[in-house]
């Protein structure tokens, strides 16, 4: 089991990700989908160090952000001293009345939970979503493969930069990236061996219908094709 000690180091080299573009196209999706209107507010569930809430922010939502990890929240706080972030475990009871929340959204989260738990978690975001509120989810896909998420970076990045750019790019984050390779094996060890589970192409969109969602997207791609989003109301 990944505990607190791992979560500790693993979030401190998390936020490499901000200049992936992969990434950055991510949590473009998720706000997008979203359709975010001024002053709703939006529950972050599994905010990390808070880049999607922060993203939500810049949109004129209200995010809220609720995470187990004391130092996600420490960093999402360092960088806006005014979040609105909570700690505490998705697989409890939300400290939130019924229909607290305008749209709900979860970036990679739900895999660190152990499927005989995600129904649950799944049925207290209906509670805590008003009637036509709108949920997004995304999750790593079981073919998971960071190296792909990197090299489409690349890829991108030489279009964008052009190639001395991007080597001298590469040269400067070499061992925050390495690093984040060593964390991302240790996940995929747990996803193998523990309670953690990447999700199947159709997980998601199952599990909303399940809890009581009635209009589910179907499933898209995202995350350089490593992960999958679906919406729901």
Known sequence: MLNQDFWYEYFKVYDILNIVIPYQELLKTICDELEIKQEEKILE???????????????GGE???IDNSKEGIKRHKLKDPTAKVILGDLTEKFPFSDNYFDKICSNNTLYTISTDKRNNVMKEFYRILRPGGKIVISNLA???????????????QIKNKGYFYTI???FILIMPTIKMFYYNSKIKKENKEGDYSFFDSNEQKELLEKAGFLKVSETKKVFSNQA????GF
């Open 45 to 59: 569930a599994g905010s990390g160090t808070g880049n999607l809430a922060l993203e939500i922010k810049k949109r």
């Open 63 to 65: 995010a809220v952000g």
């Open 142 to 156: 079981k073919e998971f493969k960071p190296i792909k998420i990197y090299l489409d970076h690349i890829k991108k």
């Open 168 to 170: 001298k790019q590469i």
């Open 228 to 231: 999958f989003l679906n919406s």
